[in-house]
Every structure is written in structure tokens, then in C-alpha cells.
């Protein structure tokens, strides 16, 4: 009976990564649509095609700046599961709340790319950068906690895990206090975080919390 | 051809599972598109943009209900497929059935956003949960007599299962039949019925039916 | 490396499979929108509401249909899949072009229930049903050919199989026919036949077709 | 712990694969979304709707175009991904990028159909697939001086899939350059390439570079 249980568990890890992979999909896939073709009447020649296509760039940023995003919790939230021996119904909410935060990414990122220059956009998208990244330190927790974790996972992994989460949360924090300053100066610099995850360049120092 | 048989209903599980991951992110993210972000042109200042946010809480309470009923589903599906030694065609069609039921969820919960005082709303959203509930409920109880349920499932397991969606359907019921006195208090019973589903809070009695 | 080219094929089918369910899920969802929740403003009492409701009843049985044919495709592409030991890039085309004709089944659903009395709409839908039957006919008879159907299974699954699609599509062709007295003719009876494949009433004669 | 880490890179490729194809299935069936289904008050007889069906061909031809596009990444991903034994964060981000150009596709084709004359939209539909398939090249190498492609994997697949790349992009830089003379000249030339891809007729020399 032991043994049909951790299968049960396994299937449902699995499950949760193929629901998590289905709602990211479609998450970066629907912030596409807000890059539209120009309307075909308002354009009458090649230049004022080249003029329309250019006045889509803030929407291509913004699509550039979510798929980041995006990219970042998949990644993350991917290496927590792989440490994971199995799921019980508590770790599945958690990780459905950290989903719930994914799929209204699209919203807090069309909202800014809405209102670039007000700080509540600036706050909300923040805010739900922060919460997702809490729901998802939560989520390993409790995994330690209830004995979820492999048992061939070394404990410093755990500390890793825990230790990006909080660096990249307070950096995240920075960006979003910049806007006492201005908006731009908050969006640049979570732009470069966010970069900085994704592509992980050999500088020391920063390449150890990108590890 | 014995052993081919099984290994082909092996994998037809596998492609449920996949299918309903599929069907369950795609309405996860659906009902996310309802929160609008405000018409830029409708907002000049940051005051007027934390009111336009605000005039949008409905629609988030919307959004998590919503969500927090998908969830239960997924999870309600997951724990009966995790039993299954193996599919046949006439519990592929009950599933089917289930996750066209599913699928209608954001409708329901839509249409009761946007009709919040009409008992008719909430009677239609009550109908949907409690359609797709019994189809879940048939489909148990097919897989129970098709012997599709796994041989190391101890009885326990079934009877569990059975208890919890007739518990659940008739706290459901309770809260549509609420709508008696108030659409509110219907409302307000069916969200902390899933809340206790989804967070499971140690409270005697109420624990048991949702372990 | 023998082995090593299975190993690859092997993926190959679970990523045409995992496609598939990612496909037929979304196209599942997106019928469902077509279903549109009441104009708030145009609806002052229950009594409206329940107008309104009835109004959108022509709109649930589209729905109901797409699903049910979406369903018979789903098992029938899967029922395939089981039997295929690997696939080469032939197969993985035949079935690309089989999911191209999935896709574009919400349009003549929609378009059938916008002009549910015009023979154009009932004979555009009809080639589309029998568009993706013949591509995932030539699916199988290009499998056997090719020798990527599963040694273990015995002549008389293939056998089964194309004579399935070939009965299957002469009801839908016959019903098609019907539109000769009237399109609603035609619709009764394909979704009749529909019901017929996906509850498969043990009546005799029609259950051995649809075994 | 050596082996649990192949273990974890092994659950992150199968991830990336079903992102990959839970995003390819979503790309796939909105571009479908843009053949709309013609407006019921304009069209009173069958005539009129057998005309109206036929002013959809080149939304139809767009539809087909782009679903041969995705549907020959989607081969060409599913290839290399094949052969590699794991994955590290630098190949997810890669296929990440990828993925990015795979989800603008969809905008691509529809600025083209929508501006089919001009040398613009062409131009930019086919940076989307030059960067596409360069990023595409950029993952292979990277794999390969990472060490991630399998040992049982044969040198020649490399020199194949990349020379592919290569021939490939160079066919439709001269596809694009053709719009010196016409635009359908250019997607005249790019639709032939796509559809030699996708049915990879026994044309001598043709048939080498399509394998």
C-alpha cells in the first residue's frame, strides 16, 4: 500500500507540472495579442506602415518584459518540483495560489504598459511579483517541512532555492521603490534583474545568485 | 494481446490527464481576461486610477472563486485518476462529459459577476457545480463496477471519495438554497465551503471529510 | 543506435500526443466563449434574466455539438496513437493536418449555428468532419505501410479501425444528404450519430460498429 | 548525487517539451480564431454566404501558411530536443527565446495577410522567422559545446540539423528578396519551400535537405 501511494503522489507532481506548463503557455502566448496589426484602413503607404509598426514598440517591450517574467517563475518554480519526491494536497494549493499569481501577470503587465508612468501601475505590478514569489517561497516551506523534499537533494540546495528567491524579491523591491524617483528608473531596473536571471552572465558576485 | 490491451488504456489515461491539464489551465487563464485593465483615456490621474482599480474587486472575488472552483475539480479528478489501473472508452466519455461541464465554469461565474442579486444567476452557477460534480460522482462509480479501479486501492479509498462529493454537493446545495434569504449569503456559504476545501484548516469534523 | 532511434520516435509520439491534447483542449475552451454571458444592461428582472438564458439555448447545443465532435475525434486520433510503436516525420504530418482540421471546427460549429437553415453552412461543416476523417484514415493506412504500427497488434484492430472511420463517415455523409429535405435533418441526425459513438448503447448492430 | 541530478536535468527537458507544446497547440489554434465567421445580417440568401465563404480565402491561406510555419518549428525543435541527453538553465532560456519568436508568429502572418502588397509586412514576417530559426541554431550549437547532446547521438545528426537550419534560412532570404519584383513572388516562393518541408517529396537534391 506504501509503494501505491508514493505513485499516486508521483502522478500528481506530474500533473502539477503539466497544469503549470499548460498555464504558461498560455499565458505567454496571450500576451501577444496585445501587440495588434495596425488597422488596415489607417495605413495607405510603406512609410505609414513603418510609422504604425514603430508606435507598437512600448506594446513589444512590454510583451518582452512579461515573457521574461514569466520565464523566470518557470524556471524557478520548475527546479523546486524537480526536487520534489511527491505532492500532497497542501503543496498543490500552494502551488495553485502561485499559479493563480502567474495568470494575472498578463494583467499587471498590460496595466503598466497601459499607465507607464503611474506608480500605482508600478506598485500593483510589483505587488504581484512579490506575491507570487512569496506564494512560491511558502511553497518550499512547507515542502521541508513535510518531508517532500528528496532525500538525495543536499541541503544546500534548499538553502539556494531559498536564498535566490529572497536576493531576487529585494532587488524586485529596490526597482519598485525607484519610483520615488520616476517610473522609468523602476522599469529599467527590473528589466536589468530580470535580464540578468535569464541570460546569468559570468559576472562575480552576481553569477553566484543566478546559479 | 492481453498485456497490449492494458498498456493501450495506460496511455489513454496518460492523454486524460493531459487532455483535462490542458482544459483546466486554458479556463485558469480564460477567466483572468474578465479583469480588465481601465481605458486610459477614462483615467488622468493616479487617484483615479486606484479608484478604477478598486471598482475592479469584484471582478478579482470573481476571478478567485472562480479559480478556487477549478481548483477543487482538478484536484477531486486528480485523486479519482490516480486510482485507475487503466481507462476504457465509456469512462474517456464520462471524463469528457466532466471537463465539458468543467469548461462551462467561466461562463457560470461570469454570468454571476455580473448578476450578482439574481437568484437565477446563482441557481445557474449552483447547477453547473452540481452537474459537474455528479458526472465525477458516475464516473467513480463506473470505474468502480468496469473494475477499472486499481487492485492495491484499499476499499476505504471509494467510499472516501463517494462521501466526500455528496458532502461537498450538499453543503453546495445548502448554500444555493440560501439564496432564499439573500444572494449574498449564498455567495458568502459557497466561498467558505471552498476555502475549507482548498486550505483544509484542522478543524475536527470538518478535517475528516476534506482529507 | 538502433536502440537510440526508437528511444527518439518513442518521444516523438508523446509530443504528437501531447500536441494533440493541448489542441483539442484549447479548441474545447474556446467553443464555450461563443456562450456569452447577458448584456447587464438589457436585463432588469429575473424574469429577463431567464429570457435572456433561454435566447442562448440555440448556442449550448452548438456547443454541445462541437464538444461531442471534438470528443470522437480525441478517441479516435488516440486510439490510433496506442497502436503506433513509433513516428517517422511523415506521420507526424499526416497528423499536423489532421489537427488543422480540429482547429478550424469551432468556425464551421459557429458558422452552422449562424445560419443554422443554410445548406452552404451544413455542407461546409460536413467537409470539415469529413476532411479530418479521411486525413486520419490515411494516418493509419500510411502507419501500416510504413511499418510503424506495433507488432503486438493483431490484423484485425487496423481491420476495425478503418472500417470505423469509413461507416462513420458514410452516417455523416447521409445526414449530410438529408439537407436535401431540411438542414435540421441533417443535424438531428449527425448529432444522433454523434450520441450513438459517444455513449455506445448496447443496441445490436450499432454497438459493434462503434466497439 | 551525480545520478540525481541527470535525473532533474531529465524532468527538464520533458518540461520544456510540454511548454513547448502546450505553446505550438495554443499559436496553432488562435491563428484560426482570425477566420471569423461572416456577420448574420449581412448576408440574407445562400448566394450571399457561398460569396461571403469565398471572401475568407486569403484569412484561409494566411491560417494554412502559419500553421505549416509552426508546424515545421514544431518538427525542428522536437528534433534537437531528441538528442539531447539534459537540459541546463542556458538551453531552457535559448528554447525560451525561441519560444518568443514562435508566439509572434501569429502577429507576423496577420500583418501579413492584412498587408499583403507590402514589402514591409513581408519584411517583417520574415525577420520573425530569421530570428526564429537563428535562436534555434544558437540552441544546437550551445548544446553541443555544453555537452548536452546524447553520446549515442552519431556526428552526422549535428552536421544535418544544422546544415537544415542553414539551407532552410538561406531558401527564404531569397524568398524575401524576391519582394524586389513582387511580395507574391516572395510568398509565393516561401509557401512552395514550407510545403517541400512539411510533405518532403522524392525529389532528387530536395529530398537530401529535407530528411
Redesign the interface.
Known sequence: ?N??YN??AG??L??L??????????????I??E?R??A?EA?AT?KA??VA?IGLLPRIVT??LS?LTL?IF??GQ?TQ???FSRAD??L??LH?AF??GV??M??ST??LA??TT????LL?YWANVLLSGVVLYLGWLYAERAGLV?E???PDVGRTIKRRIVVAQTLYAIGAALCVVDTYWSIGFIVLVQLNY???PRIPGLSRLTT
Request: glycine share 8%; net charge positive.
Open positions: 500500500m509503494t501505491s505513485r499516486i502522478t500528481g506530474e500533473r507540472a503539466a497544469l503549470s506548463d499548460g498555464l504558461f503557455a498560455i499565458a505567454m502566448t496571450l501577444v495579442l501587440i496589426v495596425p488596415r495605413v510603406e506602415l513603418g509598426l510583451y518582452l515573457f520565464g518557470w524556471v520548475q518540483l524537480n526536487h494536497r497542501h498543490s494549493w495553485l499559479l493563480a495568470a494575472t498578463p494583467f498590460g496595466l497601459e499607465f503611474f506608480r500605482t501601475a500593483v528528496k538525495s537533494t543536499p535569464a541570460i546569468a
